[in-house]
Protein backbone atom coordinates (compact mmCIF):
# COMPACT_ATOMS: atom_id res chain seq x y z
CA UNK A 1 0.00 0.00 0.00
CA UNK A 2 1.57 3.27 -0.84
CA UNK A 3 0.69 6.31 1.13
CA UNK A 4 0.76 9.78 -0.06
CA UNK A 5 0.49 12.94 1.93
CA UNK A 6 0.41 16.47 0.08
CA UNK A 7 1.94 19.66 2.06
CA UNK A 8 3.02 23.23 1.52
CA UNK A 9 -0.42 24.41 0.33
CA UNK A 10 -1.81 27.64 1.47
CA UNK A 11 -2.67 31.37 0.67
CA UNK A 12 -0.40 33.53 -1.42
CA UNK A 13 -0.95 36.80 -3.08
CA UNK A 14 -1.17 36.83 -7.60
CA UNK A 15 2.16 36.96 -8.90
CA UNK A 16 3.09 34.77 -6.00
CA UNK A 17 5.17 31.50 -5.94
CA UNK A 18 4.46 27.73 -3.47
CA UNK A 19 6.31 24.74 -3.53
CA UNK A 20 4.31 21.76 -2.96
CA UNK A 21 5.44 18.64 -1.65
CA UNK A 22 3.97 15.39 -1.97
CA UNK A 23 5.72 12.79 0.40
CA UNK A 24 5.30 8.63 -0.25
CA UNK A 25 5.34 6.26 2.73
CA UNK A 26 7.10 3.82 0.90
CA UNK A 27 10.34 3.32 -1.16
CA UNK A 28 8.90 1.51 -4.11
CA UNK A 29 7.74 5.10 -4.95
CA UNK A 30 10.26 4.70 -7.59
CA UNK A 31 8.21 2.63 -9.50
CA UNK A 32 5.48 4.83 -9.97
CA UNK A 33 4.91 8.02 -11.91
CA UNK A 34 3.63 10.46 -10.39
CA UNK A 35 0.74 13.34 -10.87
CA UNK A 36 -0.10 16.41 -10.00
CA UNK A 37 -4.16 17.33 -10.01
CA UNK A 38 -6.16 20.44 -8.65
CA UNK A 39 -9.88 20.73 -8.28
CA UNK A 40 -11.76 23.70 -7.72
CA UNK A 41 -14.59 24.73 -6.66
CA UNK A 42 -17.65 23.83 -8.58
CA UNK A 43 -15.03 22.69 -11.43
CA UNK A 44 -13.60 19.51 -12.78
CA UNK A 45 -10.45 17.63 -11.57
CA UNK A 46 -8.11 18.64 -13.56
CA UNK A 47 -4.53 17.13 -14.16
CA UNK A 48 -2.00 19.51 -14.60
CA UNK A 49 1.19 17.50 -14.86
CA UNK A 50 3.08 14.18 -14.15
CA UNK A 51 6.67 12.90 -13.78
CA UNK A 52 8.12 9.68 -14.93
CA UNK A 53 9.15 7.57 -11.58
CA UNK A 54 12.83 8.18 -12.88
CA UNK A 55 12.11 12.58 -13.18
CA UNK A 56 13.75 11.88 -16.31
CA UNK A 57 10.46 13.08 -18.13
CA UNK A 58 7.25 15.14 -17.18
CA UNK A 59 4.64 16.99 -19.23
CA UNK A 60 1.85 19.74 -18.40
CA UNK A 61 -1.22 20.97 -18.94
CA UNK A 62 -1.53 24.25 -21.00
CA UNK A 63 -3.11 26.08 -17.98
CA UNK A 64 0.16 25.78 -15.77
CA UNK A 65 2.96 25.21 -18.62
CA UNK A 66 5.71 27.50 -18.10
CA UNK A 67 4.72 28.41 -14.84
CA UNK A 68 5.00 25.06 -12.86
CA UNK A 69 7.61 22.59 -12.59
CA UNK A 70 7.40 19.05 -11.58
CA UNK A 71 10.14 17.12 -10.05
CA UNK A 72 10.89 14.01 -8.01
CA UNK A 73 13.84 13.10 -5.16
CA UNK A 74 13.16 9.34 -4.73
CA UNK A 75 15.88 8.92 -2.14
CA UNK A 76 13.87 11.45 -0.41
CA UNK A 77 10.45 9.64 -1.38
CA UNK A 78 9.48 13.04 -2.22
CA UNK A 79 7.68 14.34 -5.27
CA UNK A 80 8.03 18.62 -6.11
CA UNK A 81 5.24 21.13 -7.37
CA UNK A 82 6.86 24.26 -7.93
CA UNK A 83 4.39 27.23 -8.92
CA UNK A 84 4.87 30.38 -9.80
CA UNK A 85 3.55 33.34 -11.01
CA UNK A 86 0.14 32.13 -9.47
CA UNK A 87 -3.07 33.62 -10.65
CA UNK A 88 -6.55 33.66 -8.97
CA UNK A 89 -7.87 31.10 -11.02
CA UNK A 90 -4.85 28.71 -9.54
CA UNK A 91 -7.08 28.22 -6.61
CA UNK A 92 -8.21 25.00 -6.20
CA UNK A 93 -6.94 21.76 -3.51
CA UNK A 94 -4.27 19.99 -5.23
CA UNK A 95 -3.67 15.78 -5.15
CA UNK A 96 -0.59 14.23 -5.66
CA UNK A 97 -1.40 10.57 -7.03
CA UNK A 98 0.64 7.67 -8.18
CA UNK A 99 0.67 5.15 -10.71
CA UNK A 100 2.12 1.76 -11.19
CA UNK A 101 4.65 2.40 -14.70
CA UNK A 102 7.23 -0.41 -16.24
CA UNK A 103 9.03 2.51 -17.82
CA UNK A 104 11.76 4.72 -16.50
CA UNK A 105 10.55 7.69 -19.07
CA UNK A 106 7.37 7.51 -19.77
CA UNK A 107 5.13 10.15 -18.05
CA UNK A 108 1.65 9.13 -18.40
CA UNK A 109 -1.21 9.90 -15.76
CA UNK A 110 -3.89 10.10 -18.00
CA UNK A 111 -5.53 6.31 -17.86
CA UNK A 112 -6.28 5.74 -14.05
CA UNK A 113 -4.21 6.30 -11.31
CA UNK A 114 -3.74 3.35 -8.27
CA UNK A 115 -3.04 5.95 -5.17
CA UNK A 116 -4.05 9.13 -4.05
CA UNK A 117 -3.22 11.77 -1.71
CA UNK A 118 -5.73 13.55 0.50
CA UNK A 119 -5.30 17.11 -1.13
CA UNK A 120 -3.79 20.12 0.31
CA UNK A 121 -5.91 23.93 0.07
CA UNK A 122 -4.46 26.63 -2.51
CA UNK A 123 -5.52 29.77 -2.29
CA UNK A 124 -4.45 32.41 -4.66
CA UNK A 125 -5.49 36.15 -3.66
CA UNK A 126 -4.74 39.70 -2.69
Known amino acids: QLQLVESGGGLVQPGGSLRLSCAAS????????IGWFRQAPGKEREEISCISRSGGSSNYADTVKGRFTTSRDNAKKTVFLDMTSLKPEDTAVYYC???????????????????WGIGTLVTVSS
Open 26 to 33: TFIVDDYA
Open 97 to 115: AAVYSDSDNEAKCDNGMNY
